[in-house]
């Protein structure tokens, strides 16, 4: 069951620094964004963040959200 979860957070690694590495491009352009590229880093912000989410979930089993709130 382990291994599994080893796989999976490993692949989650890769996207995530694709994501990454995407995101500090779009931060580092020397001009104003335009509102499309605007858009596209914060989509890839928060596919960062739902990434670490989701790591964090998998590695602990704890829920980052309390969810009874929204209840």
């Keep these: 069951m382990r291994k599994k979860y080893k796989t999976c957070?490993?692949?989650l690694d890769e996207y995530q620094h694709?994501?990454?590495v995407v995101e500090q491009t779009l931060?580092?352009?020397p001009f104003s964004?335009?509102?499309?590229e605007r858009a596209e880093l914060v989509?890839?912000?928060e596919m960062n963040?739902?990434?670490e989410m989701i790591k964090k979930y998998?590695?602990?089993g704890e829920e980052s959200?309390?969810?009874t709130k929204w209840a």
């Design 27 to 29: 931060r580092k352009q």
């Design 18 to 20: 694709t994501f990454k």
């Design 49 to 51: 963040r739902n990434i």
């Design 9 to 11: 957070i490993e692949v």
């Design 33 to 36: 964004l335009t509102r499309k």
């Design 43 to 45: 989509f890839y912000q």
């Design 65 to 67: 959200i309390d969810w």
């Design 58 to 60: 998998i590695e602990t």
